[in-house]
């Protein structure tokens, strides 16, 4: 039900951002990153209607239990790549054979290990590892994230859910994101991958190839 709501009022919000701004929208690449991209307010303005839907939801339940979602959008506009989340899913930009995250977690572990506290050996077996401290529909501390990355021709990104980066290694991860075939076959492996490892938690998985400008 959480899901369903969160995704919901974001596609809601998102698609009459589109209606009022028109199909071919284009972001001035030049601008200061402190002058946040019309994508990004927008995607906060759908992440702030997806929180106030889950909530109420939760509320129209009368269930003791707290409902929640992670959740990622992003936009691709010509060579940028904008990115907003919540949770701990994950965005990931493969260039030059080379795997390395654009987003941050947020999530409990991930603060032990900015403090140092823990390797991130031991982050993964943490009995803590699925608590988030941000997600869409929890009353207090949500604060979605904003990234922005330039792509080049060839660039992959794979956004994806703990199902999938908690079951396999970076090492793994980067191998099969980098794999030849279409994007759906990869993202297939991928998913076939993590379930081999034991598929602990659902898994999601959109993969990108960045051939130029001209993509939108």
């Known amino acids: 039900v959480a899901q369903a709501n969160a995704l919901w009022a974001a596609r809601e919000n998102i698609a009459e951002a589109q209606r009022r701004e028109g199909p071919n929208l284009k972001h001035d690449i030049s601008l200061p990153v402190s002058r946040i991209p019309d994508f990004l307010a927008e995607a906060r303005t759908a992440l702030d209607a997806a929180q106030e839907r889950v909530l109420a939801a939760g509320q129209d339940s009368g269930s003791e239990h707290r409902m929640g979602y992670t959740l990622i959008l992003a936009c691709i506009d010509g060579d940028m790549l904008y990115l907003c989340h919540v949770g701990d899913v994950r965005g990931y930009l493969w260039r030059e054979k080379q795997l390395r995250a654009l ?114």
């Open 103 to 216: 987003t941050n977690d947020h999530s409990v572990v991930a603060e032990l290990l900015s403090a140092g506290e823990l390797t991130p050996d031991e982050a993964r077996v943490h009995p803590a590892r699925n608590e988030v401290l941000q997600a869409v529909g929890m009353a207090f501390g949500f604060a979605p994230e904003m990234t922005i990355c330039q792509l080049n021709p060839g660039d992959r990104v794979l956004l994806c859910s703990d199902g999938l980066w908690g079951m396999l290694s970076d090492e793994d991860l980067a191998e099969v994101t980098g794999a030849d075939g279409s994007m759906r076959q990869i993202a297939t492996q991928l998913v076939d991958r993590a379930n081999q490892c034991g598929g602990h938690d659902n898994i999601s998985v959109v993969l990108y190839e960045h051939h130029g400008r001209n993509t939108r």
